[in-house]
């Protein structure tokens, strides 16, 4: 009995002492003409006089919107509070790849997340706005996301992170509507490697960004993980690559953020 009551305590400890912001910013995209809606939790001490915040920014995976990570992994809000921390979570399209699309306009993901939208944030917020304080994430197609825009503006991103990321986006020409995105493989091949995170490892210098990336050992994407891991191994760069039992699902998902919040935290605190 006695147990019980302290797990109690503790529980209503928990769910009382969070008590992050929820709001809902309206970014407009002057490369896609068009207003697109965010997620943007702030932890309870903001605005707290003389305070500039680290952000982390959330990337949904296919068939997701920017309410995703809230539905997915409810958690989210209480690592606002936790590591003292805003984190934004962006509608990416339903199947955007967070790519600039070479043959369709209207999808320009890659120009909105990493300088509308974070131009944006660092405007309406108080924000240390630079790349030692701000952190990418996301699971599936929003891993790939991640990865894919910290390696290639990390002027803009420190450290970044992805969970079950699809890395490799060549061995799928059929799904998620990428070659909608790109145009089919057999006709458009050029755009199929040079968008696919496991071909932009050349990119890096191995000093300038912090890299973790995981996936579950049970995972359709998990053997172009394996490959992205040995990729960077053999050109020397520094990471963190994790795999652990589990596939592509919420449970996954909800243990991975934990980890890497903390791996976001260290490198802010540094």
């Known amino acids: 009995m006695k147990k019980t009551l ?8 928990v769910i009382t002492t969070y008590a992050s912001n929820v709001d809902t910013l309206v970014v407009y995209s002057k490369s896609m003409n068009k207003e697109i809606k965010n997620v943007v939790i702030t932890p309870q001490s903001y605005p707290k006089k003389g305070k ?7 990337l949904h995976g296919a068939g997701g919107n920017h309410e995703a990570w809230l539905g997915k992994v409810p958690n989210i809000k209480t690592y606002a509070d936790l590591y003292d921390v805003i984190m934004v979570c962006p509608d990416g399209h339903k199947t955007s790849w967070y790519f600039d699309s070479p043959i369709d306009s209207k999808m320009q993901y ?18 240390s706005a630079n790349n030692k304080n701000r952190a990418i994430t996301g699971y599936s197609m ?30 799928f020409p059929l799904k998620w509507d990428i070659a909608k995105r790109l145009g089919t493989y057999a006709e458009n091949p050029k755009n199929w490697e040079e968008n696919t995170v496991v071909n932009l490892v050349h990119l890096l210098d191995g000093k300038n960004l912090k ?24 050109r020397n760069i520094p990471h963190d690559y994790i795999e652990r039992p589990g596939g592509h699902t919420n449970k996954y998902w909800s243990n991975s953020i ?13």
């Open 211 to 234: 890299i973790l990336f995981d996936c579950g050992v049970d995972d359709f994407f998990y053997d172009a993980n394996v490959r992205l891991h040995q990729k960077l191994l053999e």
């Open 52 to 58: 500039m915040y680290s952000v982390v920014y959330l």
């Open 110 to 127: 890659e120009t909105y997340i990493s300088k509308e939208l974070v131009a944006e944030i660092d405007k309406s917020y108080k924000t």
């Open 258 to 270: 934990t980890y890497q919040m903390v791996f976001f935290d260290n490198f802010f605190k540094q």
């Open 142 to 171: 929003g891993g790939h996301g991640a990865l894919y825009l910290a390696f290639k503006y990390p002027d803009i991103w420190g450290v970044v992170a992805s969970m079950s990321g699809g890395v490799d986006i060549r061995p």
């Open 6 to 13: 302290n797990f109690l305590v503790l529980f209503l400890f």
